[in-house]
């Protein structure tokens, strides 16, 4: 079974300021997807940013990219310039590429806030 | 504009009782799944379906049904409620075969006393 490890439960930063948030998981499939989902204080969840694992260029949103070591099986999440608004909890997840029963499995969150 | 719609948001339950959650989407998509949310567990998945008629159990499925008679509706069942299910509940849904990403509910808060 694929599992979703994030190290850090918490995380701050100053607002402007660069952060990156680390995501590594366990998987012996060759083709899947990575995502980070964003979950603000009003629960919603979000997709922030999407990799797929065939696709060796680092996918990148605005103020989010992703460092996607395929090898070391990471994928870190780096927002520049943060905003206030940024404040939230990160989950980083993974889906195998096979089919459309597949599940998307979650990491366990890391809570971001970011300081004026 | 409403995509995935769950009801109630928020419910106070007594151990023993029975409830469902509901959940509706409007986007035609074929995939639909439960997560339950509790604090230091990340989303954990309940159970999924990936068309009418068709359902599969997820990580966590004790205590929990689930039917699919709609493409649009995916509701929850707890049948009788334990303190330990007391969590938040996210419906979520998603085209197959797509790039994968899946649109949630605003989620619901269930306490069960």
């Known amino acids: 079974a694929q599992t979703v490890t994030q190290s850090q439960p918490e995380m701050s930063v100053q607002e402007a300021e660069t952060v990156t948030l680390s995501c590594t998981y366990d998987?012996?499939?060759?083709?899947?997807?990575l995502f980070w989902y964003k979950q603000p204080p009003s629960r919603q969840m979000i997709l922030v940013i999407r990799?797929?694992?065939?696709?060796?260029q680092n996918a990148t949103e605005n103020r989010f990219s992703v460092n996607f070591q395929k090898a070391a099986k990471s994928f870190s999440l780096k927002i520049s310039d943060s905003q206030l608004g940024d404040t939230a909890m990160y989950f980083c997840a993974f889906m195998k590429h096979q089919g459309g029963s597949e599940k998307l499995v979650f990491g366990k969150g890391t809570k971001l806030t970011v300081n004026p | 504009n409403a995509g995935v719609t769950q009801t109630p948001k928020f419910q106070v339950l007594k151990t023993g009782q029975s409830m469902t959650l509901q959940c509706a989407q409007d986007?035609?998509?074929?995939?639909m799944s439960w997560y339950r949310q509790d604090p230091g567990m990340g989303l954990r998945l309940i159970h999924y379906s990936v068309g009418a008629g068709i359902t599969d159990q997820g990580e966590v499925p004790n205590g929990y049904n689930v039917s699919r008679s709609t493409t649009e509706d995916f509701p929850l069942r707890l049948l009788s409620a334990a303190p330990s299910q007391t969590s938040v509940y996210f419906c979520a849904s998603r085209n197959t075969g797509d790039t994968g990403e899946l649109f949630f509910g605003e989620g619901s808060r269930l306490t069960v006393l």
């Open positions: 990799q797929e694992a065939y696709k060796q």
């Open positions: 986007m035609n998509h074929e995939y």
């Open positions: 998987t012996s499939e060759s083709n899947y997807y």
